[in-house]
C-alpha cells in the first residue's frame, strides 16, 4: 500500500486569514495566457505565511574547506533585467542530487543551483555513514534488494529497488572518477563496511565523514564548469507554474535572496528539487537547519503528488547532549548524529542500568533495521523514565575506533567525552522522510518540466523504511537518470521565456515597520517551537488514532493563529520572508504526515499504531491522498442543485422543449440544456465515469441509477424569482424522491420479489455514499439587479445563504455527507449584462465586465465561502468543497484570444447587432433574419449570452475538476475525504 497526496493542501486546517479574503481573490489573482498556457499568479494560500527574513548567524556546524574556488557569479548573457534570470535548467538544492544532475545537464545548457544557504549546507554534508553498493564478489543485487526490501517493510517498488541496486556500482566509481576519495582496506580495495539491515559489507565509506568528501568532490567539479552558476542564498519560494491544457507545467522558481532581501525569479525550461528533508517539523533531528520542507511543500502547491509522508525515520542514535560529562553552551540547531556504522562495527546499546536491551526485541540485536532499534530505545526509555540510552563502542581497540570515527569522537570530546573509554549517550531524533514528491523511474512528476531527486522525491525505493546508507544510493543514481528525459523536455519546450510578469512577484514587508517584524518574528518562532512539540509528542516514533486527531485538529488551529496574527500586524498576501516561508512549509509538511499517518491502518515499517499494531499481511490495496484523503473515492451517483448552468432538461420537461440549435454540438439534437453541448456538469460526471445525469421533472423513461438532477432554468435559492422551481422545491423534490425509493427497496424486501426498478433507481445505501452539487445563486442576484439596486442585493445576501444553508443542512439529515458548492460566476461579465448595462460611464473593468455586479457576485462568493467553513464545524461527519468557479470562468474571459476564443462578449447563438434574441429564435428586420448561430460554437466563450459554450465548459471543468480552483485544493475525485475521516 503507498500513501499517496495529489495537490497542495495538508487538509487539516483552511485558515480564517485566508478565508478572510476568499471575496477579494479576483483583486490580486489574475491570469495570462502564453501559447496555450494559463496561468495563475500566487494566491493567497502561496502568500498568507510568508514573511521577513532575519538571517541566521550560524547555518552549520560542520567545517569546509577555506580554500574552496569562489563560485561565479552569473554571467550577462544569463540576464533579461536584475530580477529574473533566464536557464535550461534550475536546481533547487546543492546537495549530491543536485550537484551531480548539474554537472550532466550542464553538458547541454545553462544551469543555475540555487541554494538556501552556503553550498555545502546540505544533508549530504552531514551523511556519516557512507555508499551502500554491490561491489563485493560474495555479494549480489538480489541480496542488496532483498535487504532494502525486507527493511522497507516489503512495501518498496520491486522494479525501482532493482535499478537503484544495479546501477548503484556505476555510479560509486563514477564519483571515484571525480576525485572523490574513500577508504581502502589494506588489499589496496574499497573497505566496505556493514550496518544495521545488511546482510553483506557493502557500505562504501570516507571514515565518518562521508557525505561532506562527496561533496567536496561534486563541488569541486561544479566551480570548474563554465554552464554551471550557483546562487547561495537564495530561499525557493514556490515552483512558477501554469495549465497547459489539463497538465500543470513547471516554468521556474521565485527566490528571496536572504542576503540582500530581493526577489529573484528564475525562469528555466526544466526545474529539479533536490532540496532534501523536513527533519525541523520535530524539536529534534539530525538534518542541518535548511531542512524544513521547502521542496516537498513547493511542490505540494504546484500539484505534484505526494507520498508516503507518515513514514518518518527516526535514526535511533543521536548524541544526547544531556547525558554529556560538559553540557553544550547552547541548544544545537540540529542533533550530532552517531552513525549506523558504530552499531555495524560491534556498538552495544544499553539502558542506563546498564543492561543490555536489544536482544528482547529482535534477534538481530543492534544490527536491526532503524525503526526496529528507534522503537525498541523509545520503550525502553518510556518504561524506565529516562531521557536517553547509551551507545558502548570502548570494548574496540582504540586506534581502529579514532580511525574509523574521528569525527565522533573529535565531538564527542569537546565535551569531555573519550568513547574509546566511555559509552555515548544517545537519543532517537528526526532523521529521513521515506516520504515525499512521486517520482517516476527517471525523476519524473506528474507537473510536466518538474523533476525530483534526493530526500525531497518518493521513488518507491525505501517503502515503509529506509535501509541504512541507501538515501545517497538513491540520489546518485535518480540524479543521473533524470538527465536524459530532462534534456528531452528541454529541446522539446516552445513557450515563450522572453516575459516575466507572468506570475505576480513577491514582495519584501518593509513598509510594516520595525516594532509588527519583531512581533511577528516572536509569533513566527514560538510557533514553530509549539508545532514541533506537538509533532514530537504526538505524532512521534509510536501513534495513536486519538493523539494524530488532537494533534491533526491542535496545528490546525495553531496556523490559524498565526495567519491570523500576521494578518492583524499588517501582512499582505505576496509579502515574503524567510522565517514565514519556512514556517507555513513546516506546516505542510507536518499536516501530510499526519493525514498520511490517519490513512494508514496497520503498523508497517516506520509508521507504529497502538491501534493497528499488526502488519497487513495480504497487503493493503493502494491508498491516493489528495491533502489527507484515501483512495480516489467510489461515488455511485450524484444528486444535482441548480439552475439553467447546469440544467439537462428540467424546464424542457416542465414547460417546453428547447429550440435547435442547442444541443447540436454533442447530442445532435436539443437536448434540454442552454448550451451547444455540454455542461459543467455533465464533465463532472464524465469525471467521475457515471452517465450524464437525468432531469428529476423529465421522469418518462428516466433512469435514476446513478442519481438526478432537480436543477431547472431560471431557478433561484429564494421564491419569487424567474421560476417556481426553487432550491426549497428542488429539495422537497429530492426527499419526496429519496422518500419514495426506499419505500420501493422495502416493499421488495417484504414481498421478497425482484425489484422491476432496480436497475433505474438508486439503492437506498446509495444516498449517503453520493456526490451532492450546487451550482444556483446567480439568478438570486440577477434578478435583484433587475427589479431593485445593487446596494439592495448586496443587503440581501445573508438572507438567500441563509435559505441555502438550511437546504444543505435537510440534505445532511436526509444522509448526504459529500458535498461541492460552485461559487457564483462573475455575472458582470456575461454579454447580456454588458449589453443591458445601464450603469454610469466608468463602471466596465479593464476586460469589459460590469464592475459593480462582479463586486457584488465576490461579495456573495466571500459569504458564501464563510458559510462553507460554518457549515464544516457544525457537520463533522461531512465534507465540504468550495469551488471557485468566478476565478476560472473570469480566467478565461480574460484571457480568451490567448486561448483559441473570439471576443468574450460576442455570442454564437441569438444574436443580432448587439442585441439579444433568444437562442434557437430569429428576428426579421427589413427583410433579414436574424439570429442564425455561428458557424463554429468551439471559438466562442458565450454561447447565447447567458449562458456558456461546450468548448468554454470544457476550459473550465478542466480548471476545478483537479482542485486547482478549491478549498480544500482536492481534486472531485478526492472530494470525499476530510480531517475526520481520513
Not at 528564475?266 to 521547502?294: C, E, Q, R, W
Not at 566511555?422 to 531524533?429: G, H, Y
Not at 455514499?769 to 445576501?797: C, M, P, W
Request: with cysteine; glycine share 8%; charged share 20%.
Amino acid at each position: 500500500m503507498t500513501t499517496c497526496i495529489p495537490a497542495r493542501s495538508g487538509n487539516l486546517h483552511y485558515s480564517a486569514a485566508q478565508r478572510g479574503q476568499g471575496c477579494k481573490r479576483t483583486s490580486w489573482v489574475s491570469c495570462v495566457t502564453v501559447k496555450g498556457c494559463m496561468q495563475k499568479e500566487l494566491s493567497w494560500s502561496h502568500g498568507v505565511s510568508k514573511f521577513l527574513q532575519i538571517q541566521r548567524s550560524v547555518f552549520s556546524q560542520s567545517t569546509f574547506s577555506e580554500k574552496q574556488k569562489p563560485l561565479r557569479t552569473v554571467t550577462s548573457s544569463c540576464l533579461r533585467d536584475r530580477s529574473t534570470k533566464y536557464f535550461d535548467f534550475a536546481i533547487v538544492g546543492s546537495g549530491v542530487a543536485g550537484l551531480r544532475y548539474a554537472l550532466e545537464v550542464a553538458k547541454h545548457g545553462s544551469v543555475a543551483v540555487i541554494t538556501k544557504a552556503e553550498p555545502h549546507e546540505s544533508n549530504t554534508n552531514y551523511a556519516q555513514g557512507g555508499v551502500s553498493a554491490v561491489l563485493c564478489p560474495s555479494d549480489s543485487v538480489e541480496s542488496h534488494m532483498h535487504d532494502t526490501i525486507v527493511a522497507g517493510a516489503y512495501l518498496c517498488d520491486e522494479e525501482t529497488v532493482r535499478v537503484v541496486c544495479t546501477e548503484g556500482p556505476d555510479r560509486i566509481r563514477e564519483l571515484i572518477a571525480m576525485g572523490a576519495s574513500f577508504d581502502h582496506g589494506e588489499d589496496g580495495n574499497l573497505h566496505l563496511a556493514r550496518e544495521g539491515g545488511h546482510s553483506h559489507h557493502r557500505i562504501v565509506h570516507a571514515a565518518d565523514m562521508t557525505g561532506r568528501e562527496i561533496e567536496r568532490a561534486l563541488l569541486e567539479a561544479v566551480v570548474k564548469d563554465t554552464n554551471i552558476s550557483v546562487f547561495q542564498h537564495h530561499f525557493a519560494v514556490d515552483l512558477l507554474t501554469c495549465q497547459d491544457g489539463s497538465d500543470t507545467l513547471c516554468l521556474g522558481v521565485d527566490t528571496l535572496n536572504t542576503e540582500t532581501l530581493e526577489v529573484t525569479r528564475f525562469m528555466s525550461k526544466v526545474t529539479l528539487l533536490a532540496s532534501g528533508g523536513a527533519g525541523h517539523i520535530y524539536p529534534t533531528t539530525t538534518n542541518p537547519p535548511v531542512a524544513t520542507g521547502d521542496g516537498m511543500a513547493m511542490a505540494h502547491r504546484a500539484q505534484a503528488v505526494i507520498s508516503n509522508m507518515e513514514f518518518v525515520q527516526f535514526h535511533p542514535t543521536a548524541l544526547a547532549d544531556e547525558g554529556l560529562p560538559i553540557k553544550p553552551t547552547k541548544s544545537r540547531e540540529n542533533a550530532f548524529l552517531i552513525t549506523e556504522a558504530v552499531r555495524g562495527d560491534g556498538g552495544i546499546l544499553y539502558n542506563l542500568g546498564m543492561e543490555r536491551f536489544m536482544p528482547l526485541y529482535d534477534e538481530r540485536a543492534e544490527l536491526a533495521p532503524r525503526d526496529v532499534v528507534a522503537r525498541s530505545i523509545d520503550e525502553q526509555l518510556k518504561k524506565r523514565k529516562e531521557k536517553y540510552v547509551l551507545l558502548d563502542i570502548s570494548h574496540k581497540p582504540s586506534e581502529k575506533i579514532l580511525s574509523h570515527f574521528p569525527n565522533i569522537a573529535a565531538e564527542c570530546l569537546r565535551y569531555g567525552l573519550d568513547i574509546t573509554r566511555q559509552p555515548i549517550p544517545v537519543v532517537p531524533a528526526a532523521h529521513y522522510m521515506c516520504g515525499g514528491v512521486r517520482a517516476g523511474l527517471q525523476g519524473e512528476t506528474n507537473v510536466r518540466g518538474l523533476y525530483v531527486a534526493g530526500e525531497v522525491a518518493c521513488t518507491g525505493l525505501h517503502g515503509a523504511n529506509r535501509l541504512a546508507s541507501n538515501s545517497l544510493l538513491e540520489a546518485l543514481v535518480f540524479a543521473r537518470r533524470a538527465v536524459q528525459p530532462s534534456i528531452d523536455h528541454m529541446k522539446n519546450s516552445n513557450h515563450d521565456f522572453r516575459a516575466s510578469n507572468w506570475w505576480a512577484k513577491p514582495v519584501v514587508p518593509l513598509s510594516l515597520g520595525s516594532d509588527a517584524i519583531d512581533n511577528i518574528l516572536k509569533m513566527t518562532r514560538k510557533t514553530r517551537k509549539e508545532l514541533q512539540s506537538i509533532m514530537w509528542e504526538y505524532v512521534g516514533i509510536v501513534r495513536s488514532t486519538t493523539r494524530l486527531e488532537f494533534a491533526e485538529q491542535t496545528i490546525g488551529e495553531l496556523e490559524a493563529e498565526w495567519e491570523d496574527y500576521l494578518v492583524r500586524q499588517g501582512w499582505e498576501p505576496t509579502m515574503v520572508g524567510l522565517e514565514a516561508c519556512e514556517m507555513r512549509n513546516l506546516f505542510c509538511c507536518a499536516k501530510l504526515v499526519v493525514s498520511s499517518a490517519l490513512s494508514r491502518h496497520e503498523s508497517r515499517g516506520l509508521h507504529y499504531t497502538i491501534d493497528f499494531p499488526h502488519l497487513e499481511e495480504i497487503g493493503l490495496p493502494a491508498v491516493v491522498l489528495s491533502g489527507g484523503g484515501l483512495q480516489r473515492c467510489q461515488f455511485p451517483g450524484i444528486f444535482n442543485f441548480g439552475d439553467s448552468n447546469s440544467d439537462t432538461g428540467g424546464i424542457s420537461a416542465a414547460f417546453a422543449d428547447l429550440h435547435p440549435p442547442n444541443g447540436e454540438t454533442f447530442f445532435g439534437h436539443p437536448s434540454g440544456r442552454f448550451c451547444d453541448g455540454r455542461l459543467l456538469i455533465d464533465f463532472i460526471a464524465e469525471e467521475l465515469k457515471l452517465p450524464y445525469l437525468s432531469a428529476y421533472l423529465d421522469s418518462l423513461g428516466t433512469n435514476f441509477r446513478h442519481g438526478a438532477n432537480f436543477a431547472t432554468g431560471g431557478s433561484s435559492i429564494r421564491r419569487g424569482g424567474y421560476s417556481p422551481f426553487h432550491l426549497g422545491i428542488q429539495i422537497s423534490q429530492f426527499m419526496r424522491f429519496k422518500s419514495r425509493t426506499t419505500a420501493l427497496y422495502s416493499e421488495i424486501s417484504t414481498e421478497r420479489k425482484t425489484p422491476p426498478f432496480k436497475r433505474s433507481l438508486p439503492m437506498p445505501e446509495d444516498f449517503s455514499k453520493a456526490l451532492y452539487t450546487f451550482d444556483i445563486g446567480q439568478n438570486d442576484l440577477y434578478y435583484g439587479f433587475q427589479h431593485t439596486t445593487v446596494e439592495q442585493v448586496r443587503l440581501s445576501i445573508p438572507d438567500i445563504l441563509n435559505q441555502l444553508s438550511e437546504a444543505v443542512h435537510q440534505l445532511y439529515k436526509e444522509g448526504a455527507r459529500v458535498f461541492w458548492v460552485h461559487n457564483t460566476g462573475p455575472i458582470g461579465c456575461l454579454p447580456y449584462s454588458v449589453i443591458y448595462d445601464q450603469s454610469k460611464p466608468g463602471n466596465l473593468d479593464q476586460n469589459g465586465c460590469v464592475k459593480p455586479q462582479n463586486e457584488v457576485a465576490q461579495e456573495f462568493n466571500g459569504q458564501l465561502k464563510d458559510n462553507v467553513l460554518q457549515w464544516r464545524a457544525e457537520l463533522p461527519h461531512a465534507a465540504f468543497t468550495y469551488v471557485d468557479v468566478y476565478s476560472a470562468k473570469y480566467a478565461l474571459i480574460s484571457n480568451a484570444k490567448n486561448e483559441g476564443f473570439v471576443d468574450p462578449f460576442e455570442f454564437c447563438c441569438g444574436s443580432y447587432y448587439g442585441y439579444h434574441i433568444d437562442c434557437g429564435k430569429k428576428a426579421i428586420v427589413n427583410g433579414t433574419v436574424y439570429g442564425n448561430p455561428c458557424h463554429n460554437p468551439s471559438t466562442h466563450v458565450s454561447w447565447d449570452g447567458t449562458h456558456y459554450s461546450e468548448s468554454a465548459n470544457r476550459w473550465i471543468a478542466n480548471r476545478i475538476l483537479n482542485g486547482s480552483f478549491s478549498d480544500p485544493p482536492v481534486a472531485i475525485g478526492e472530494a470525499c475525504y476530510h480531517p475526520k475521516n481520513s
